[in-house]
């Protein structure tokens, strides 16, 4: 199985702040790599899929790079509404495991 | 308006069977790819189980064989079956739509969740 490991676990930042959490996969996944946010009591919300192609209705302060097996998500401008939780998951080959999270925080 | 409504969760025994329903409304649940992930109180999203547009099924180590996905074409909903409960099953569990672009699958419609607690 394909292991999915975030960094930072935690991180603290302001509003108007440029935050980036980095996501690395055990094995070459190439660009089958996914992010979503989850708020407190919410289900999670797509952002990006294949790395870096961001879903619609997302802003465009939220972008995703990288391929192989390191992966980063970043928020340029910190708004509010973006403090949550954040989850890497592959979707190279089954099991379709997930990044343990990062939180991030005021 | 596309959207999955989740129910059947509630306290179950160890050892006891529940079976979750995931009700789906705006697309056809066989005509996709459909998927359960759960979230322990506190900890992060793990992937389950996965029922292709096919039929076929694949489930994550930590369920299979005891677990089940299934959809009922005539009511555009989707199941879990889930038997042997533990108490690690507790959770609140999620469906979810694949989607896909370009060979890449991603679950872009979620269910708002419905909570599973095992313990006697």
């Known amino acids: 199985d394909i292991q999915m490991t975030q960094s930072p676990s935690s991180l603290s930042a302001s509003v108007g702040d440029r935050v980036t959490i980095t996501c690395r996969a055990s094995r070459n996944i190439v660009n089958y790599l996914i992010w979503y946010q989850q708020k407190p009591g919410e289900a999670p919300k797509l952002l990006i899929y294949a790395a870096s192609s961001l879903q619609s209705g997302v802003p465009s302060r939220f972008s995703g790079s990288g391929s192989g097996t390191e992966f980063t998500l970043t928020i340029d401008s910190l708004q509010p509404e973006d403090f949550a939780s954040y989850y890497c998951q592959h979707n190279y080959i089954i099991p379709y495991s997930f990044g343990q999270g990062t939180k991030l925080n005021i | 308006e596309i959207q999955l409504v989740e129910s059947g969760g509630g306290l179950i025994r160890p050892g006891g069977s529940l079976r979750l329903s995931c009700a789906a409304s705006g697309f056809t649940v066989s005509n996709t790819y459909m998927t359960w992930v759960r979230q322990a109180p506190g900890k992060g999203l793990e992937w389950l189980s996965i029922?292709?547009?096919?039929?076929?099924?694949y489930y994550a180590d930590s369920v299979k064989g005891r677990f089940t996905i299934s959809r009922d074409t005539s009511k555009n909903t989707l199941y879990l079956q889930m038997n042997n409960l533990r108490a690690d099953d507790t959770a609140v569990f999620y469906c979810?739509?694949?989607?896909?672009?370009?060979?890449?699958?991603?679950?872009?419609?979620w269910g708002k969740g419905t909570m599973v607690t095992v313990s006697s």
């Open positions: 029922i292709y547009d096919n039929g076929g099924t």
């Open positions: 979810a739509r694949i989607s896909n672009s370009s060979d890449h699958y991603y679950m872009d419609v």
